[in-house]
């Protein structure tokens, strides 16, 4: 594997925690083994390694993002990150804030009911 490759595994699992990365590592098959090496080294291992901003503000970036383009499924795995990211409720919400304005109510309503649904669980898990 490249050096970008191995620099994203580990920022993926310092954000994501290695729980999350072992069952995705144990689920690859050779039909997407290439996808998810595209997005170990340019999301992990290029975006999320920057040291250009922090990753709390990446956090908030990335919520933000996913709420406003309507991709809904990786909103809870990417608030679980807020843990290790250091983005707090405060933080996720005003990202969500921000998706109302620009991106429409209803896309924020339904990043706030994941983001809520999924506090709750990380809660009861402690």
Partial sequence: MSDTYDRGMKTR????????VDRAEAAK???????QSLIT???WGTVWSSDAITRRERSMLTLALLAATGNFDEIPMHIRATARTGATKTDVME????VAIYAGVP????????????????????
């Fill in 29 to 35: 098959t050779d039909l997407d083994m290439p996808f």
């Fill in 95 to 98: 990202a969500f804030q921000h």
């Fill in 107 to 126: 896309k924020a309503n339904h990043a706030l009911k994941l983001a809520k649904a999924t506090y709750k669980e990380m809660e009861s898990e402690q």
């Fill in 41 to 43: 080294e340019g999301a």
């Fill in 13 to 20: 699992r310092e954000v994501l925690g290695d729980a999350h």
